[in-house]
Nanobody, 123 residues
Framework: VQLQASGGGLVQAGGSLRLSCAAS????????MGWFRQAPGKEREFVAA????????RYADSVKGRFTISRDSAKNTVYLQMNSLKPEDTAVYYC?????????????????WGQGTQVTVSS
């Protein structure tokens, strides 16, 4: 499975961005997908996850109510809609795929990773 993340950029606090993660590979649609982020000097942390069917989602407490993960199975693409952005959301955002169809927050459960896309939120 190959993953290509895009959609990052510079936005003011309170603004919105939508990240996309395009997956390719014969079985890409059968993977649970997650978004993680890593700020400078910090560990990579879980943001959100979605099952392969899109019927279940999970969010980190820090983004709950502001971010929405979704997927378009026909396009093999997962999205992360980010609203009400805060400066502390500034990080490189990574999408990842897990072969087990569960809502993992543990990055060790994800086998495939995209290259990351930078999100910068100015105050």
């Amino acid at each position: 499975v190959q993953l290509q993340a895009s959609g990052g950029g510079l936005v003011q606090a309170g603004g919105s961005l939508r990240l996309s993660c395009a997956a390719s590979g014969r079985t890409a649609s059968r993977y649970a997908m997650g978004w993680f982020r890593q700020a400078p000097g910090k560990e990579r942390e879980f943001v959100a996850a979605i099952t392969w069917s899109g019927s279940s989602t999970r969010y980190a407490d820090s983004v709950k109510g502001r971010f929405t993960i979704s997927r378009d199975s026909a396009k093999n693409t997962v999205y992360l809609q980010m609203n009400s952005l805060k400066p502390e959301d500034t990080a490189v955002y990574y999408c990842a795929a897990a072969p087990s169809n569960r809502l993992w927050a543990d990055r060790a459960q994800y086998d495939y990773w995209g290259q990351g896309t930078q999100v910068t939120v100015s105050s």
